[in-house]
């Protein structure tokens, strides 16, 4: 049976959709902007919005009982991808990761963000 995931931590859900779903050892957490969880942007630069995005892909999976270290799959978009882009958001992005020895199996690709420079979800599964 699915379970939703909801924190004051992360932005709300603005739509016909949840934070995060839970079924059985898997945790799906929905696209997080860069963006704070009252809902303001997180700073001018990739850098600060990427962060933002996985503090709160971070929020979720602790409401749903899992860490950084879970998630097996990501799938990040950037409004701009170019060279310079791209490193700016993997230096952010290895931040959170570096302790991880498994890093997370990722795709990352260009889209039209309406706001932020970034959005990521993410996949996590919880060993029992």
Do not use: W
């Not at 859900?13 to 809902?39: E, L, R």
């Not at 498994?102 to 996949?123: C, F």
């Amino acid at each position: 049976m699915k379970e939703k995931i909801v924190t004051n931590l992360a932005p709300e859900a603005t739509g016909p959709y949840s934070q995060g779903i839970k079924m059985g050892p898997f945790v799906f957490v929905s696209g997080q902007d860069g963006v704070h969880p009252n809902g303001e942007i997180a700073g001018e630069t990739l850098e600060e919005q990427t962060e933002a995005c996985l503090k709160n892909i971070e929020n979720i999976l602790k409401a749903a009982g899992a860490t950084l270290e879970n998630i097996v799959y990501v799938t990040a978009h950037l409004a701009d991808l170019s060279e310079e882009n791209v490193k700016a958001f993997n230096s952010a992005y290895a931040e959170y990761f570096r302790d991880v020895d498994a890093k997370p199996a990722r795709i990352t690709v260009g889209s039209q963000l309406m706001e932020t420079d970034v959005e990521i979800s993410a996949i996590a599964y919880i060993p029992s």
